[in-house]
């Protein structure tokens, strides 16, 4: 089985820093890495498809990048709508595996 | 965008099993598939298998291989997860996804399913 690590497991930033959120997978995944962000109460959200692509609708100032075993997510300029916790997934043909997770919020 | 409405919350005892629904608003098994994850509570996500109609795939992980057994009605546009033996460690919001050519998309609004002993 493929294993995720995430760091680091949460952070806090003021409103316009830049964050940045690194996964690591136990072996080569290609571009099969996935980025969401879940508030509390709510389902996950899907943000970066694909290791960089944007999913239709989500700002700009997220992105992701990377291949291989490293990807890192990125958000420009925090905003304090971006409260939440963020969660990297390795998904491929209905097997997948979530990183634990990253909880960011405000300093 | 395609819609999931899920179950009500259900209170279990230990050993019983119990049955999720996920019902879709439009016709998504003709081109997509089903997965669940579950979030215990303050836990993270932990994925559990899917279910691809249209080609009859099933992938489960490890873990629940021998409890778990995810469905479909295509003629209802509903999917289910039955998981049995329940322990008190099953307690969580079990959710169900779409999964198209990428990643878990629509999300359903989750369902808490509580075991007690």
């Known amino acids: 089985d493929i294993q995720m690590t995430q760091s680091p497991s949460s952070l806090s930033a003021s409103v316009g820093d830049r964050v940045t959120i690194t996964c690591q997978a136990s072996?080569?995944?290609?571009?099969?890495l996935n980025w969401y962000q879940q508030k509390p109460g709510e389902a996950p959200k899907l943000l970066i498809y694909d290791a960089f692509h944007l999913e239709t609708g989500v700002p700009s100032r997220f992105s992701g990048s990377g291949s291989g075993t490293d990807f890192t997510f990125t958000i420009s300029s925090l905003q304090p709508e971006d409260i939440a916790t963020y969660y990297c997934l390795q998904y491929n043909h209905l097997v997948g595996t979530f990183g634990p997770g990253t909880m960011v919020d405000l300093k | 965008q395609v819609q999931l409405v899920q179950s009500g919350a259900e209170v279990k005892k230990s050993g019983s099993s119990v049955s999720v629904s996920c019902k879709a608003s439009g016709d998504i098994f003709r081109n997509s598939g089903i997965i669940w994850v579950r979030q215990a509570p303050g836990q993270g996500l932990e994925w559990m298998g899917g279910?691809?109609?249209?080609?009859?795939?099933?992938e489960y992980a490890q873990k629940f291989q021998d409890r778990v057994k995810i469905t479909a009605d295509r003629s209802t546009s509903t999917a289910y997860m039955e998981l049995s033996s329940l322990r008190p460690d099953d307690t969580a919001v079990y959710y169900c996804a779409r999964v198209g050519s990428i990643a878990p998309d629509n999300w359903g609004q989750g369902t808490l399913v509580t075991v007690s002993s």
């Open positions: 072996q080569d995944i290609r571009t099969y």
């Open positions: 279910f691809i109609p249209m080609f009859g795939t099933r």
